[in-house]
């Protein structure tokens, strides 16, 4: 006992100096995410989104990824995003869910829900999964599930899930579900049908569109950019 205690206590006490330092920046993660934490006054009405010479820059980058960007978009259109790797897409959804601050321009935007590229999952139930977004009862869940285009989930709220054992498609789904939850005029989607075969993907988007609130989404399949009531494709040299 005297030999292994210590051994098994190296693992937890190395984690300690980093919590120690990442302490405050929790904490004020954590007030973020109150659900009833009072809207942040910058924070604008109406459910347009409009940018008007916007540059944006991550913290450290000698040059902004996105540059002289003008965008408006009207509540329930359907926007692709394109480009190629690197051209700033997941950027944009940054800026547009507040997590960069423009380095210059003006910009308008209403309540966002996001979907991430790599959606994170809890080892937990499905619902409990779904609940982070917030106190929805079972009914909302199912719905949720549905509208995510995964049916067959409605009835496995109680499942415990193992995040490294869904797959790609399931955990974007999931997460889609997720985000569909929360009460957002604006739906940011990066790459939401990269895992998942064509005619689900489609169903997904045509599910999606009946939502009726704006949805961005991030797409490399041209066909879906083909349906999309507008495209903005950050490839072009315009933004760069
Ligand atoms: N968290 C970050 N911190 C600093 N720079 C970042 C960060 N995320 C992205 N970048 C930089 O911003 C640029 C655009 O990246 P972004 O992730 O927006 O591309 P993308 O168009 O979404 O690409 P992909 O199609 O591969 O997802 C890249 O040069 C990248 O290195
Ligand atoms: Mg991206």
């Known amino acids: 006992m005297l030999g292994l205690v210590p051994l098994a206590l190296a693992e937890p006490l190395a984690a300690l100096p980093l919590a120690a330092q990442q302490r405050k920046a929790l904490q004020e993660a954590s007030a973020r995410l109150q659900f009833d934490a009072p809207e942040r006054?910058?924070?604008?009405?109406?459910?347009?989104?409009?940018?008007?010479?916007?540059?944006?820059?991550?913290?450290?980058?000698?040059?902004?990824?996105?540059?002289?960007?003008?965008?408006?978009?009207?509540?329930?259109?359907?926007?692709?995003?394109?480009?190629?790797?690197?051209?700033g897409k997941s950027t944009l959804f940054a800026l547009l869910l507040g997590f960069l601050q423009p380095e210059r321009g003006i910009v308008e935007l209403p309540r966002a829900t996001w979907c991430p590229q790599e959606p994170m999952l809890v080892s937990t139930t499905v619902?409990?999964?779904?609940?982070m977004s917030g106190p929805h009862d079972d009914e909302q869940l199912r719905d949720a599930l549905r509208k995510a285009c995964l049916p067959e989930w409605a009835d496995r709220l109680d499942t415990v899930i193992r995040p490294d054992q869904v797959s790609g498609g399931e955990a974007q789904r999931l997460a889609l579900a997720r985000a569909?939850?929360?009460d957002a005029d604006v739906v940011l989607l990066d790459e939401p049908t990269a895992h998942l075969d064509e005619p689900t993907a489609r169903k997904l988007l045509e599910q999606l569109r009946?939502?009726?609130?704006?949805?961005?989404?991030?797409?490399?399949?041209?066909?879906?950019?083909?349906?999309?009531?507008?495209?903005?494709?950050?490839?072009?040299?315009a933004y760069r």
């Open 127 to 131: 619902r409990e999964n779904l609940r």
């Open 210 to 237: 009946q939502d009726r609130r704006t949805i961005l989404h991030i797409t490399h399949r041209p066909d879906e950019a083909a349906r999309a009531d507008l495209v903005l494709d950050l490839g072009t040299p």
């Open 180 to 182: 569909l939850l929360h």
């Open 41 to 87: 006054p910058e924070a604008p009405k109406g459910k347009r989104i409009r940018l008007e010479n916007v540059d944006v820059r991550w913290p450290g980058a000698t040059e902004p990824t996105l540059h002289d960007l003008h965008l408006n978009i009207e509540p329930g259109m359907h926007v692709a995003i394109v480009g190629p790797s690197g051209s």
